[in-house]
């Protein structure tokens, strides 16, 4: 079945840096878009970022633009979220998952299945 593992988080001060990653399996990793979303608490799940089956293609939300930069490995069926200059409004559960269909765009009303996820606490 379809598995998303996230990994990378942690505690880090505002204006550190923090790498996710995140491992697909029980799919055709290169066949799909990857994205990471994330959930603050009282928030809705948001789209941080996506990339196309061949990470060609980018889109970041509008927070997050010139300090995150998605990547991704087929090889390794694994995506990346490298955050720098993190800031305490970036306090989240990371989530990601991907589209068949190699959309860019926000999905969260369309998924039915999450991974753990991984907590990003941003404080001094």
């Known amino acids: 079945q379809v598995q998303f593992v996230e990994s990378g988080g942690g505690l880090v001060q505002p204006g550190g840096s923090l790498r996710l990653s995140c491992v697909g399996s029980?799919?055709?990793?290169?066949?799909?878009?990857m994205s990471w979303y994330r959930q603050a608490p009282g928030k809705e799940r948001e789209l941080v970022a996506a990339i196309t089956r061949a990470g060609l293609t980018t889109n970041y939300g509008d927070s997050v633009k010139g300090r995150f930069t998605i990547s991704k490995d087929n090889a390794k069926n694994t995506v990346y979220l490298q955050m720098n200059s993190l800031k305490p409004e970036d306090t989240a559960i990371y989530y990601c998952?991907?589209?068949?269909?190699?959309?860019?765009?926000?999905?969260?009303?369309?998924?039915?299945?999450w991974g753990q996820g991984t907590q990003v606490t941003v404080s001094s």
């Open positions: 029980g799919f055709i990793f290169s066949n799909y878009a």
């Open positions: 998952n991907g589209d068949p269909y190699n959309r860019l765009i926000s999905l969260v009303h369309e998924i039915n299945y």
